[in-house]
């Protein structure tokens, strides 16, 4: 399956993408631990995208166009996280996928108020330390997020499937299920005259 996650910073698509890669077995791709890991490396992606993750800014799209069309070259199945974050982004995964025939099955929308998601993020900054869960780093990747990334969300809209992410994370993942579930039947019912294709790789993979 073919899975995009979207909503803001501190909805909880980390947790939720983790669980789906688990259940679904496909690979978790989030751009943010991509770019974390080529900064703790040290890579010169690293050192280009630290001053930029710092003060909580997007990198420029061609950089992370670039670096999802090579991530997902060989993948069958994922669950993005964290891209596409702005329309241009959008627009060129549609085109990747398109080229090579294998467009999105399913897009999940994780909503949570601001209120909710600074309290989150300053929670996880207590526990995980992240220096972009500062307090003013935070509002300028909501105020991103709604500029720029909400109309990504509303691009997807006929296909979208919003789940309240103010409830718990076992809820969540419930509803999320129930979402893939009814893409996965979809995907089982066979076309009239057609001989019955019931390979499980359709569905899961
Ligand atoms: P995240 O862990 O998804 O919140 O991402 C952490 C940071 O990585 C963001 O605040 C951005 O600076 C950068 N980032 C991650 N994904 C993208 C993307 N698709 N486009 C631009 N910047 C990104």
Redesign the pocket.
């Known amino acids: 399956m073919r899975i995009l996650i979207l909503g803001p ?1 501190g909805s909880g ?2 947790t939720q993408a983790k669980r789906i890669a688990a259940v679904y077995d496909v690979p978790h791709v ?4 991509i ?2 890991g080529a900064i703790a490396e040290g890579s010169e992606l690293g050192r280009r ?1 630290e001053p ?2 710092e ?7 061609d950089l ?1 166009v670039d670096l ?1 069309r090579e991530r997902l070259a060989d993948e069958h199945g994922f669950v993005l ?6 329309v241009p ?1 959008a627009e060129a995964l549609d085109a990747m996928l398109e080229e090579i025939g294998k467009p999105l099955d399913v897009v999940l929308l994780l909503e949570v108020s601001d209120d909710i998601a600074l309290e989150r993020l300053l929670e996880r900054r207590a526990e995980e330390g992240r220096r ?1 869960d500062a307090p003013d780093v935070i509002r300028n ?1 909501l105020r ?1 997020y709604h500029g720029l990334t909400e109309p990504v969300v509303a691009r997807y809209h006929p296909m979208l499937h919003a789940v309240d992410g103010e409830l718990t994370v076992g809820e969540v993942f419930a509803a999320v299920e129930e979402a893939l579930g009814q893409v996965a039947v979809v995907r089982l019912q066979p076309e009239p005259g057609s001989s019955l294709d019931s390979d499980p790789e359709r569905v899961t993979r």
């Open positions: 910073q698509k980390g989030a751009t943010g631990d770019l974390r995208v930029i993750l003060r909580g800014d997007l990198v420029p799209d992370m999802i996280d964290g891209f596409p974050r702005t982004q972009d990747r991103l």
